[in-house]
T-cell receptor, first 115, second 111 residues
C-alpha cells in the first residue's frame, strides 16, 4: 500500500510555544489530507480536511486560529498548534487519499505533550 | 451525516478461536465504502478489510471476513483462527469523501 509519513513521532513543548507536525505522502500525490485528534482509549476525531492549494475545512468546534493547517503541495500537509497549552496534549494523526474512491492511508501519529 | 455504532467496547477471544465484532451505521448515501481498521498499541492505523457498498459479495482477506447487510446497515467483522497479534483496538468506518469512525472495540486474545 501507499506510505504516509508523519513527523515527529513525539514532541514535548513548553506552554505558549508553537509546534509544527508534518504529514507527507511518499509515493503518491494526495488530493486530500485529513487531520485527526485521538484521546486515550477513544476514537479518532476529525479536526479538518485539507485540499492542496486551498483553505482547510475545519470541523465544528475546532479553532482554526489555534490549529493552522497548510497543504502547500500534493505530498505535504502541515498542522501547527499555536500557543500550545496542556489541554492540547493529545495524539494527532494524519491521513491522505488519492481520490474520493480510494482508501485512506495513515501516518504513524504524533504524540504531543505540552508542559 | 453518517454515524457508526460499535456496541461492544471490549471483546476477548481464545487463541485459535473465532470472534465477531459488530458494527452498524446510518447513512443517506447510496454509494459509499465501509472499512475495518486495526490500531495496535503502536497506534498505527492498519486497514484490515474494505467493502464497497454496491457489491453484494462479502469481502474476505485471509482470516478476516465481513458480513455486510446493506438493508440492515450492518457490517460485522469475523476473525477466524485468532492470533495473539490480532489483539488491538478495531474501528469500523464508513467513507464518503471522509471517514466516519465508530467508537472502537478493544479485542483481547487469550493464550
Amino acid at each position: 500500500g501507499a506510505v504516509v509519513s508523519q513527523h515527529p513521532s513525539w514532541v514535548i513543548c513548553k506552554s505558549g510555544t508553537s509546534v509544527k507536525i508534518e504529514c507527507r505522502s511518499l509515493d503518491f500525490q494526495a488530493t486530500t489530507m485529513f487531520w485527526y485528534r485521538q484521546f486515550p482509549k477513544q476514537s479518532l476525531m476529525l479536526m479538518a480536511t485539507s485540499n492542496e492549494g486551498s483553505k482547510a475545512t475545519y470541523e465544528q468546534g475546532v479553532e482554526k486560529d489555534k490549529f493552522l493547517i497548510n497543504h502547500a503541495s500534493l505530498t505535504l500537509s502541515t498542522l501547527t498548534v499555536t500557543s500550545a497549552h496542556p489541554e492540547d496534549s493529545s495524539f494527532y494523526i494524519c491521513s491522505a487519499t488519492l481520490n474520493t474512491q480510494s482508501e485512506a492511508f495513515f501516518g504513524q501519529g504524533t504524540r504531543l505533550t505540552v508542559v | 451525516a453518517q454515524t457508526v455504532t460499535q456496541s461492544q467496547p471490549e471483546m476477548s477471544v481464545q487463541e485459535a478461536e473465532t470472534v465477531t465484532l459488530s458494527c452498524t451505521y446510518d447513512t443517506s448515501e447510496s454509494d459509499y465504502y465501509l472499512f475495518w481498521y486495526k490500531q495496535p498499541p503502536s497506534r498505527q492505523m492498519i486497514l484490515v478489510i474494505r467493502q464497497e457498498a454496491y457489491k453484494q459479495q462479502n469481502a474476505t482477506e485471509n482470516r478476516f471476513s465481513v458480513n455486510f447487510q446493506k438493508a440492515a446497515k450492518s457490517f460485522s467483522l469475523k476473525i477466524s483462527d485468532s492470533q495473539l497479534g490480532d489483539a488491538a483496538m478495531y474501528f469500523c468506518a464508513t467513507y464518503r469523501g471522509q471517514l466516519t469512525f465508530g467508537s472502537g472495540t478493544q479485542l483481547t486474545v487469550l493464550p
